[in-house]
């Protein structure tokens, strides 16, 4: 798994490529989640639309950097899930929990609202 970030004004943009599973993807995840809060950066959106497979583990990391974000006062936003992705989201109910968009320019408007 590669993650690539890019700025866009105050939210930083992690784009991600390959699989969220269990061991490396996960914890590559989680590294770089903890990393951006660490220089203060709050607001984050994953690119997932190159996420190719996510195991309960990486579900589990979705959640986990969610949660850490949001109780450091951030936010964490998806953007460009794949079918399958959505479908794993629906199904665990986790849709209702994460804001998701299929337009980056929506999702980086929806950090200012």
Do not use: C, P, W
Not at 20 to 48: F, W
Not at 71 to 79: A, D, T
């Amino acid at each position: 798994m590669t993650i690539e970030t890019r700025t866009s004004g105050s939210v930083k943009i992690l784009d991600i490529q390959g699989k969220i599973t269990i061991g490396e993807g996960s914890a590559k995840l989680r590294s770089t989640v903890r990393e951006l809060l660490q220089n203060g950066n709050k607001d984050i959106l994953l690119d997932l639309g190159g996420v190719s497979y996510v195991d309960s583990s990486g579900i589990g990391e979705l959640v986990s950097s969610f949660t850490t974000v949001s109780n450091q006062g951030g936010q964490l936003k998806l953007l460009n899930l794949t079918e399958k992705l959505q479908e794993l989201l629906a199904i665990t109910k986790l849709l209702t929990v994460f804001d998701s968009f299929t337009d980056e320019e929506e999702a980086l408007a929806s950090f200012s609202e």
